[in-house]
């Protein structure tokens, strides 16, 4: 949860970073410098957000009708279309 209270309110942060390359070393290592927070985002903590967030949503669905589950437990859309007569 704290992850994600620092991303939906992340404040601004000042990043500066300083190095001495040759024009070899920075064609090669060129990297951007990141935020303590952009250093947090990484495939693990994403994997265990998802995981948590999937968790929810089936306590969620287990508690009400499975009928009234659907939009809870499935991303889908329906809608309809119809020829509209030229006249």
Same mark, same amino acid.
């Given at each position: 949860?704290? /992850?994600?209270?620092? $991303?939906?309110?992340?404040?601004? %942060?000042? $990043?500066? +970073? +300083?190095?001495? @390359?040759?024009?070899? %070393?920075?064609?090669?290592?060129?990297? %951007?410098?990141?935020?303590? /927070? %952009?250093?947090?985002?990484?495939?693990?903590?994403?994997?265990?957000?998802?995981?948590? $967030?999937?968790?929810?949503?089936?306590? /969620?669905?287990?508690?009400?009708?499975? +009928?009234? &589950?659907f939009g809870?437990? =499935?991303?889908? @859309? =329906?809608? =309809? &279309?119809?020829?509209?007569?030229?006249?």
């Open positions: 949860m704290k /992850l994600r209270n620092k $991303v939906a309110h992340a404040k601004p %942060e000042l $990043v500066e +970073e +300083e190095a001495i @390359w040759t024009r070899a %070393e920075y064609d090669q290592l060129r990297t %951007e410098p990141k935020a303590k /927070l %952009e250093k947090q985002i990484t495939l693990k903590n994403a994997q265990r957000a998802l995981k948590s $967030v999937e968790a929810i949503k089936d306590m /969620l669905c287990s508690s009400i009708d499975p +009928e009234d &589950a809870l437990f =499935s991303d889908a @859309w =329906s809608g =309809s &279309a119809a020829p509209i007569a030229d006249d």
